[in-house]
């Protein structure tokens, strides 16, 4: 088993910066592939970024690129997403994972993570 746990969402106005943070526990961080995924009122969960478990290699879904930074901590079992210039339309659940297979490279699909944390909200105000 593994928990997760969200940090850092909260209120913000639209050109500011968030800092979300995942602290893991419960297994191996460090040989696991980790993803951040937001869900919107009426809308399906969503991919927003994903980072191999060496943090080599990271992804982004277009909507963030450019804009947004995923990193890890493998000694701190903790994973980040700092999100700058925040848009109304980034309004949503941010939710980080853990692949379900360690060593396994990174996706973007929701199926791949099999442990979810409770979500933080981060609300964007125009």
């Known amino acids: 088993q593994v928990q997760l746990v969200e940090s850092g969402g909260g209120l913000v106005q639209a050109g500011g910066s968030l800092r979300l943070s995942c602290a893991a526990s419960g297994r191996t961080f460090s040989t696991y592939s980790m993803g951040w995924f937001r869900q919107a009122p009426g809308k399906e969960r969503e991919f927003v970024a994903a980072?191999?478990?060496?943090?080599?290699?990271?992804y982004y879904t277009d909507s963030v690129k450019g804009r947004s930074t995923i990193s890890r901590d493998n000694a701190q079992n903790t994973m980040y997403l700092e999100m700058n210039s925040l848009k109304p339309d980034d309004t949503a659940v941010y939710y980080c994972?853990?692949?379900?297979?360690?060593?396994?490279?990174?996706?973007?699909?929701?199926?791949?993570?099999?442990?979810w944390g409770q979500g933080t909200q981060v609300t964007v105000s125009s």
């Open positions: 994972a853990a692949h379900h297979r360690s060593f396994a490279e990174p996706t973007m699909t929701v199926g791949t993570y099999e442990y």
């Open positions: 980072i191999s478990w060496r943090g080599t290699f990271t």
